[in-house]
T-cell receptor, first 117, second 115 residues
Framework: DTGVSQDPRHKITKRGQNVTFRCDPI?????LYWYRQTLGQGPEFLTY????????KSRLLSDRFSAERPKGSFSTLEIQRTEQGDSAMYLC???????????????FGPGTRLTVL | AQSVTQPDIHITVSEGASLELRCNYS??????LFWYVQSPGQGLQLLLK??????LVQGIKGFEAEFKRSQSSFNLRKPSVHWSDAAEYFC?????????????FGQGTTLQVKP
């Protein structure tokens, strides 16, 4: 069973550059989540999709951030004009359709570590 | 607003000793609660979850957690810690509609295991 995969695992960029991350969810999981985690903190929710529809976006997701899931499979997260404050681990998670008896269990990928110089 | 508090930022235990990591939540309805573990530079691995029913839930790697509504707590326990348990542990509550959707995480507890 293949888990959630993320690419790249590490990204170093200069301030002002654009970066794009990719997430491939577990096959047949229809929900996909993005979180951001800074050092010493728990993950913070950014946005999530059910199939190709983006259902919720956090206020943390400024205009420089955009996420897509065009065919309801993989997703991309783009950050434009990166700032040093964007340095963090970006985590992706996926979950199957929620069930009344099991709720919505999210399975996480290994993350993409972004460093903005 | 929903929130999760992990009062202990760092805990050190000796190998073979018992472990309890504390988690308190703030949520209006019956919460769906989770514990995840994260090794350095890695993603999060699900240890266990509580949705309903038996308030004592069993997870992987010998962990268990007990949901106590009266105390708004969901503490994680293990009777005998192994050196490989050293990691960061996160408690989370599902905060979306119908207890689905986004997770709200605590700040995490770093577990160090002494030989």
């Amino acid at each position: 069973d293949t888990g959630v995969s993320q690419d790249p695992r590490h990204k170093i960029t200069k301030r002002g550059q654009n970066v794009t991350f990719r997430c491939d969810p577990i096959s047949e999981h229809n929900r996909l989540y993005w979180y951001r985690q800074t050092l010493g903190q728990g993950p913070e929710f950014l946005t999530y999709f059910q199939n190709e529809a983006q259902l919720e976006k956090s206020r943390l997701l400024s205009d420089r951030f955009s996420a897509e899931r065009p065919k309801g499979s993989f997703s991309t997260l783009e950050i434009q004009r990166t700032e040093q404050g964007d340095s963090a681990m970006y985590l992706c998670a996926s979950s199957p359709a929620p069930r009344a008896d099991m709720g919505d269990t999210q399975y996480f990928g290994p993350g993409t570590r972004l460093t903005v110089l | 607003a929903q929130s999760v508090t992990q009062p202990d930022i760092h805990i050190t235990v000796s190998e073979g000793a018992s472990l309890e990591l504390r988690c308190n939540y703030s949520y209006g309805a019956t919460p769906y609660l989770f514990w995840y573990v994260q090794s350095p530079g890695q993603g999060l691995q699900l240890l266990l979850k509580y949705f309903s029913g038996d308030t004592l839930v069993q997870g992987i790697k010998g962990f268990e957690a007990e949901f106590k509504r009266s105390q708004s707590s969901f503490n994680l326990r293990k009777p005998s810690v192994h050196w490989s348990d050293a990691a960061e542990y996160f408690c989370a509550v599902a905060a979306g509609s119908g207890n689905t959707g986004k997770l709200i995480f605590g700040q995490g507890t770093t577990l160090q295991v002494k030989p």
